[in-house]
């Protein structure tokens, strides 16, 4: 079935480091990919997604990249805030009519330090 | 504000009950999920459906039950809990019908905790 490993956390970096969280797949079909973030005592909130192979996602200085070759859609920042101290989930969608449910990785949890 | 709404935000129950979980989807939007998020399993997708009928089913308990309404609200019925059900309930929705363009909102979740 499908699944999606992601970076164990938790990961602390100091406010304007470069962020790096990765995040890989295993689909039997073409997926879609996505990140979802959660802030504290929140739901969760699409960050962003790629549709197909070498699309780039980006929102709020966030980036990723569907990479068909190594199956991978890591997330980056150039330069990260306090605020963006959150848990990240990548996931995938089968997105085949029947089967658009997420399969979802562990998330990472990421602190930012002033 | 994704546009999904689910009551209650909290509830706390004891072993044994039985509760109901509501969500209303984005206007517009057919399918609706559930989802169980716990700190042993993570996220977990539970069910879906669409206009009205059942989709697809994933790890949900018979314990667990749902169903979607013709206005398209969903509810998420858990009887005879147990302390393991407690968790945090998201319901997410979405166009529907597959396709690339597919996305899911999420709603703001229901905490349950089970006493």
């Known amino acids: 079935g499908d699944s999606v490993t992601q970076m164990e956390g938790p990961v602390t970096l100091s406010e304007e480091a470069f962020l790096t969280i990765n995040c890989t797949y295993t689909?039997?079909?073409?997926?879609?990919l996505f990140w979802y973030v959660q802030y504290p005592g929140e739901g969760l909130q699409l960050l962003l997604k790629?549709?197909?192979?070498?699309d780039k996602g980006s929102n709020k200085g966030f980036e990723a990249t569907y990479r068909k070759e190594t199956t991978s859609f890591h997330l980056e920042k150039g330069s990260v805030q306090v605020s963006d101290s959150a848990v990240y989930f990548c996931?995938?969608?089968?997105?085949?009519?029947?089967?658009?449910?997420?399969?979802f990785g562990t998330g990472t949890r990421l602190t930012i330090i002033p | 504000d994704s546009g999904v709404t689910q009551t209650p935000k909290h509830l706390i129950t004891a072993t044994g009950q039985r509760v109901t979980l509501r969500c209303s989807p984005r206007?517009?939007?057919?399918?609706v999920y559930w989802y169980q998020q716990s700190l042993d399993q993570g996220l977990q997708f539970l069910i879906q459906?669409?206009?009205?009928?059942?989709?697809a089913k994933g790890n949900i308990l018979e314990r667990f039950s749902a169903q979607q309404f013709p206005d398209l609200h969903s509810e998420l019925n858990l009887s005879s809990l147990e302390l393991g059900d407690s968790a945090l309930y998201f319901c997410?929705?979405?166009?529907?019908?597959?396709?690339?363009?597919?996305?899911?909102?999420f709603g703001p979740g229901t905490r349950l905790l089970v006493l």
């Open positions: 206007s517009g939007d057919l399918s």
């Open positions: 996931a995938l969608s089968d997105r085949t009519f029947g089967n658009e449910k997420l399969t």
């Open positions: 790629a549709t197909k192979a070498d």
């Open positions: 689909a039997t079909g073409y997926p879609s």
């Open positions: 997410a929705s979405s166009v529907g019908g597959g396709g690339p363009q597919e996305t899911q909102y």
């Open positions: 459906y669409y206009n009205g009928e059942e989709r």
